[in-house]
């Protein structure tokens, strides 16, 4: 047996993780831990955070959004711009009703009034 490191707790000397605290001892589990902390805030994830698999994603911008959503949001491609191609399709199937012209405009005001950590939480 020997003391935590962290809250002082008897644990076993083996252990990877403190049953007490929840801090984990072993190193190469918090380098797995932390790498797939760090992977879940960007939004891909990795099995093995040594090798990049997948494309990058660019941050999407706000203005951008916010412009195409006013000038072309009729047709959706202010969805296709954030990445909902099927909302963007629906958008371009139904762009002769109008109807996705009005929403497009209250979308561009809701991005508007999202805060931007919001923003790029919601849409990358």
């Given at each position: ?6 809250c ?6 083996a252990a990877?993780?403190?049953r ?5 001892l072993d ?10 902390r ?9 099995m093995?955070?040594a090798?990049h ?15 195409l959503?006013?000038?072309?949001g ?20 139904f762009?002769?009703?109008f109807?996705p012209?009005c929403?497009a405009f209250l979308?561009a005001?809701?991005y508007l ?12």
């Amino acid at each position: 047996m020997i003391d935590c490191p962290y809250c002082a707790e008897p644990i076993r000397a083996a252990a990877k993780k403190c049953r007490h605290c929840g801090e984990v001892l072993d190193i190469a589990l918090r380098r797995a831990e932390d790498a797939l902390r760090a992977s879940e805030r960007s939004g891909n994830v990795y099995m093995n955070a040594a090798v990049h698999s997948g494309p990058y994603r660019s941050p999407k911008s706000k203005l951008v959004a916010i412009v195409l959503a006013l000038l072309l949001g009729g047709i959706g491609i202010h969805k296709f711009y954030l990445g909902r191609t099927a909302w963007g399709a629906i958008y371009l199937i139904f762009c002769w009703t109008f109807i996705p012209a009005c929403v497009a405009f209250l979308e561009a005001i809701i991005y508007l009034l999202m805060p931007e950590d919001k923003f790029h939480e919601k849409y990358g």
